[in-house]
């Protein structure tokens, strides 16, 4: 427990918030504050001054994250060190994914790197955005695969693909049937969106304020698939990734319809611990995923760009 505990105290120093350190440890944010406090009463000194906003550490909390933060790194290479021992005799490649990441792409990177490393597995679990970075964080994932990669000083973010934005719209939608819409059109629609705590949310906030479009929100949602299911339901449209909706234009349940005038991508990024040295394994990963795939833009039945419906693009 005591190491646990120190992990703990090093999230809630480090990201400066107990609920993001909650989350981050997939605890409650009193059972955060009870871990602390527990801390201070064993070592008999107050290590966070909680009488400024944001709080702040004290002098020995300084020093007791510091001391800790080298401590667990050490604990994290150690671990580390035993899976790679472990790695060299069947080599795992774990990944920490977002929701939104395709299964149907990921199926076939995994496929194309069996095929050059047969003795190799590849673990991927799906998982919410602020997971996937602990994960990456702590050890337990050799790469996470994100969207909007955060800037870290622990963290390398390299760039992987990026994804084009559509407006997606039940089929009887009067914009269904439009070959391009400009987001001056999408103003005073009623809208169903992300969370305002994702960073995706803001990206297309931004968009929609830069081009003068204000919406009516009628849902919000931290995951695509939510959002899919509302705008098949008719709730609202919304802006989505279009590797994200294929299933749904392949079955008739969603339209997309590409921006007109307006470049709008969702930048995706394979992340890994700075100073964590990758296996061969992992590397020869990296290679797949990054490797041109030139099939991803290829004219799909059913969808934008094929001789069913020749007036669309599935690029913006």
């Given amino acids: 427990m005591q190491i646990e505990a120190l992990k703990v105290f090093c999230d809630v120093a480090r990201l400066r918030s107990f609920s993001q350190a909650a989350n981050a440890n997939g605890l409650s944010q009193p059972a955060v504050s009870q871990i602390v406090l527990h801390l201070e009463r064993h070592l008999g000194l107050q290590l966070i001054d909680r009488s400024t906003r944001p709080f702040h550490l004290t002098p020995q909390g300084q020093i007791y994250y510091d001391g800790c933060k080298g401590l667990f790194e050490q604990y994290l290479e150690i671990e580390a060190s035993v899976r790679r021992s472990q790695a060299e005799l069947a080599p795992i490649v774990q990944v920490a994914a977002i929701y939104s990441v395709g ?5 076939q990177y995994v496929e194309r790197f ?9 673990h991927i679990e799906y998982l919410h955005p602020d997971l996937v970075y602990q994960r990456v964080f702590d050890g337990t994932a050799d790469l996470g695969l994100v969207s909007y990669p955060r800037k870290s000083r622990d ?4 760039p992987w693909r990026e994804e ?3 407006l997606a719209c039940a089929p009887d939608h009067p914009l269904a ?8 059109q999408l103003d005073r629609l009623e809208w169903v969106g992300f969370d305002t705590n994702l960073v995706i949310h803001k990206r297309l906030d931004s968009f929609l304020r830069e081009h003068h479009a204000r919406v009516n929100v009628q849902a919000r949602f931290d995951n695509i698939e939510s959002i899919k299911r509302a705008v098949e339901l008719s709730t609202g449209v919304a802006l989505l990734p279009l590797p994200t909706i294929e299933r749904e234009l392949s079955a008739g349940s969603l339209v997309a319809v590409p921006l007109a005038g307006a470049k709008l991508v969702r930048p995706l990024a394979i992340i890994h ?4 040295r990758l296996s061969a394994a992992v590397l020869c990963f990296v290679e797949v995923l990054r490797q041109p ?3 991803r833009d290829a004219p799909r039945p059913g969808h934008p ?5 020749p007036e669309r693009s599935s690029r913006p």
Wanted: aromatic share 0%; charged share 30%; hydrophobic share 35%.
């Fill in 293 to 295: 795939d030139d099939s």
């Fill in 114 to 122: 069996a095929r050059r490393l047969p003795n190799a597995e590849v």
């Fill in 177 to 184: 049937r439009q070959p391009r819409v400009r987001p001056a």
């Fill in 305 to 309: 760009g094929t001789s069913s419906a």
């Fill in 164 to 166: 084009s934005m559509v």
């Fill in 103 to 107: 299964l149907s792409d990921m199926h």
């Fill in 155 to 158: 963290l390398t973010a390299l």
């Fill in 273 to 276: 611990r700075r100073q964590r």
